[in-house]
T-cell receptor, first 115, second 115 residues
């Protein structure tokens, strides 16, 4: 597609349930990033996939969070045993790997509400 | 590691007035600098970027920013704002060398343009 697509756009889940958030990057973009946006906190880096290299998971806040990228394209962010503090907007972005000055193209995000 | 400080969390201005949104960064290495805009319920959109060369960078929607290396600043300016400029603005940095393409964001500045 023409842009980064994220689904669902909104998700309400009960505390303790698992959720999966999906990101479909721009075709040909080899780098994919997940960020979390909480009110007044800016964008918090979660995880970064770069081509076939091992992902940079340094931003994942706990072992309840995991992500995978299948076939170098679609990525799924999974949050197990959700907690209320996981409520936030989860943003996905992609970029070309070559051409270091390229910025990211962001999706519209998934708004997660844990009740 | 890099860090970004956006000095104002909220900036209210009247329509057609000039505006400056401030951004300072900290880094032990050379960086690329970016400004993104986020309209309500949307993802982030790249406004402009500084990679090298002229320190005055022009972006979309009439915005410009000036890189000041000695003051480690990258302030965003617009000489005359419109109601439609109401949005949240994020400053971001990443190392200019190496293979880590991860962006570090500030906490954002909410620009509100009043009639």
């Amino acid at each position: 597609g023409a842009g980064v697509s994220q689904s669902p756009s909104n998700k309400v889940t009960e505390k303790g349930k698992d959720v999966e958030l999906r990101c479909d990057p721009i075709s040909g973009h080899t780098a994919l990033y997940w960020y979390r946006q909480s009110l007044g906190q800016g964008l918090e880096f979660l995880i970064y996939f770069q081509g076939n290299s091992a992902p940079d998971k340094s931003g994942l806040p706990s072992d309840r969070f995991s992500a995978e990228r299948t076939g170098g394209s679609v990525s799924t962010l999974t949050i197990q045993r959700t907690q209320q503090e996981d409520s936030a907007v989860y943003l996905c972005a992609s970029s070309v790997l070559q051409g270091a000055g390229y910025g990211y193209t962001f999706g519209s995000g998934t708004r997660l509400t844990v009740v | 590691a890099q860090s970004v400080t956006q000095l104002d969390s909220q900036v209210p201005v009247f329509e057609e007035a000039p505006v400056e949104l401030r951004c300072n960064y900290s880094s032990s290495v050379s960086v690329y600098l970016f400004w993104y805009v986020q309209y309500p319920n949307q993802g982030l959109q790249l406004l402009l970027k500084y990679l090298s060369g002229s320190t005055l960078v022009k972006g979309i929607n009439g915005f410009e920013a000036e890189f000041n290396k000695s003051q480690t600043s990258f302030h965003l300016r617009k000489p005359s704002v419109h109601i439609s400029d109401t949005a949240e603005y994020f400053c971001a940095v990443r190392p200019s060398g190496g293979s880590n393409y991860k962006l570090t964001f500030g906490k954002g500045t909410l620009l509100t343009v009043n009639p």
